[in-house]
């Protein structure tokens, strides 16, 4: 095992009716600007039970941030912030709201141009306003990470940053305010909530025992339960143990004292920022192939996901290995993510341009040994079309 | 699954040589006591080690906190902290001298008498000093929890408390620091962990599926583990893993919206009070006796630890259960921790003391389902002989 140091300060209130709780979580004097994005929380009732929670404070709102929240966006946020001296913020949302959150808060104190923020992964924070999260979209973990990924349109770039200063002080996790998502939600959030997990497992053995075990519970458990969401959608427990999947997927938890691969995330943000597509679906794409291709580098994991997780227990190594890569995909299909290029009219011509693009974001030597090369995602990416 | 709030801020700086970091942790100005146990941090050098990585800060020492650390022995301390006028301590030891350091960070700036913070399970506690510690002995799982147990040697009572503000702000973990440690303390140390797994797992279904898998996790680790702690006292990788999980589980993340039991520790507390039975001995005791006789109230836990933790799967309901707590005594004995009241002489004449003190300590309706009785208890005991 790895030297590691973990530190998570994020306070989670878990729960039907925990919304009401946000009070005593802010200081009575801080003026607080709510954030959200398209405006489902105001439909399905979400944003009146956090105003109401939050009587007797000051509050302004912005909405309007959007799935892979954009720099263009935000820096608008910034501005509103700035000119009310806001004191606290509060993302009502998803990850995108919570990472576009997450920008905003180290940038209004940032005294150079916002975007350097992203640019240098984080480095730059010195300072950050204190902010608090309502979640209604399990999948990201950004309710208790301290990291997020913003998109620069202009340039179409979508990157990450992380600083110690970005947890939420809270977060508010109700399964209920889940009911309302659409199923392709649903499913785009078990497939994130999968990936991260595999992202932090499937490297090579690294005698971490516990966190092994623990990444296998979470992807047990998303087998288990992701299917249950789309058939019954009002089951508490169901949403409540995929919700709590989602936040301990990437809360740093599971990724102590072992290696951490992110290639597929890195070829999947490549995707979205070229093509829009959602970030989960790209994720369902890479991610089967990803493996397939790495087969060699990644035996003992694989040989190890295949036994614990997947329940296969005959076969040759490669044998072995297919019926879980095969497994992996049937699993993101029955979540209703399609998991082929085609499935989404995402065409070969795309494939140069990825690599241009990760080439001029220095991404040029990825996953969990630094051996993924521009040649090798390419050769990946033509066994995704 | 029940509403739950989760917070811990404690830092973990986990791994080989990690002690030198423990300066970047505590501000320059403060003064500071390390607290330790017997002595054996000073014979096997990490004392020393604490001290040149805390050259140039004010520092003083205090040693003698005992096993089971007393009311009595505390309160030296306590005049101590006061009379140097102490800005932070340091704790240097298992889970008895970090126990025994939240009752002195408690208790210094506590008005009335500081036993009152144990009489009223922390309840009257509204200021503490802050603390780190540098875990020696992994077993308790203090060093990342906000709970302590306290033993007064004049009523022969031991008591735990919790309150919010007794996390350790960081706890240094050097699995190497266990190499020295003898064999009968980590045999103690992983039933202790095993055992504070079972209390918050081996209740009644509550549909949270990720803390079971994470509690089934740490089990598997433990039993893996363990015997090989014994049989390679150097080798890094296995103390690692069992330091990792003794932290993990009594963390808070395993018990988060599930039923927990604990009926074994508090018979436990008053076995070590009575007649000064080391206290994972208790737990090893009285476990197996206390899951025989409870199987009606614990059978669907028991058969999915029978399946899942020992891959028992034949055999009708009771069989099962019978092989499960038969394997979990022999692991226990495996661990060279015997697991019957005659192997350490003791005989049934403690029992009715046991019983008036748990009465004493209104300790009269336990379990997850607060219908563990005396009169259960009296006769758990007797099978415990």
């Given amino acids: 095992m790895k030297n590691f140091s973990f530190y998570n300060p994020t306070k989670i209130l878990f729960g039907e009716g925990t919304i009401k709780d946000i009070a005593g979580e802010i200081p009575k004097e801080l003026k607080i600007l709510v954030t959200y994005g398209g405006g489902s929380v105001k439909r399905n009732g979400v944003f009146d039970e956090v105003k109401e929670a939050l009587q007797g404070y000051e509050m302004l709102e912005f909405g309007g941030i959007e ?16 000119k009310n001296k806001i004191d606290f913020l509060l993302a009502v949302g998803g990850g995108s709201v919570i990472d576009g959150t997450k920008f905003i808060v180290a940038a209004v104190p940032y005294e ?8 240098t992964y984080g480095k730059v924070i010195k300072r950050a ?15 208790m990470n301290n990291g997020a990924v913003i998109t620069h349109k202009a340039s179409r770039t979508k990157l990450p940053f992380v600083h110690p200063l ?14 309302t ?21 499937l490297t090579y053995p690294a005698n971490g025992k516990v966190q092994d075990r623990f990444a296998e519970g979470l992807l047990l458990t998303l087998i288990e339960e992701g299917p249950k969401a789309l058939a019954e959608p009002k089951n508490y427990n169901v949403r409540a143990n995929l919700m709590w999947c989602a936040t301990l997927g990437l809360n740093g938890l599971i990724s102590v ?19 829009g597509l959602d970030h989960a679906k790209t994720l369902a794409v890479v991610l089967p192939v990803m493996l397939d291709i790495r087969r060699k580098e990644k035996k003992e994991k694989l040989l190890q996901y295949a036994q614990r997780v997947w329940g296969i227990n ?62 090798l995602i390419e050769s990946i990416l033509k066994k995704c079309l």
């Fill in 67 to 82: 799935p892979n929240p954009t720099y263009e966006t935000l820096m608008q946020c910034v501005e509103v912030v700035r």
């Fill in 181 to 201: 998502l659409p199923p392709g939600q649903i499913g785009n959030g078990v497939v994130d909530t999968f990936v991260h997990v595999t992202e932090q497992y």
């Fill in 166 to 179: 970005l947890y939420p002080r809270f977060s508010i996790l109700d399964p209920t305010k889940t009911y």
């Fill in 257 to 275: 004292g072992v290696p951490q691969d992110w290639a597929t995330h890195m070829v999947g943000h490549e995707l979205t920022a070229l093509k």
């Fill in 112 to 119: 150079g141009e916002p975007w350097d923020i992203v640019k």
């Fill in 314 to 375: 005959t076969g040759d190594d490669d044998e072995r290995i297919d019926a879980a890569i095969r497994k992996t995909r049937e699993f993101f299909e029955s979540m209703q993510v399609p998991t082929r290029l085609c499935d989404y009219n995402i065409t070969a011509d795309i494939i140069p341009d990825v690599i241009e693009q990760l080439k001029a974001h220095k991404m040029i030597l990825l996953g969990e040994k630094k051996d993924v090369t521009p040649d």
């Fill in 129 to 143: 306003l204190p902010f608090g999260t309502v979640l209604t979209l399990p999948a990201t973990g950004s309710e």
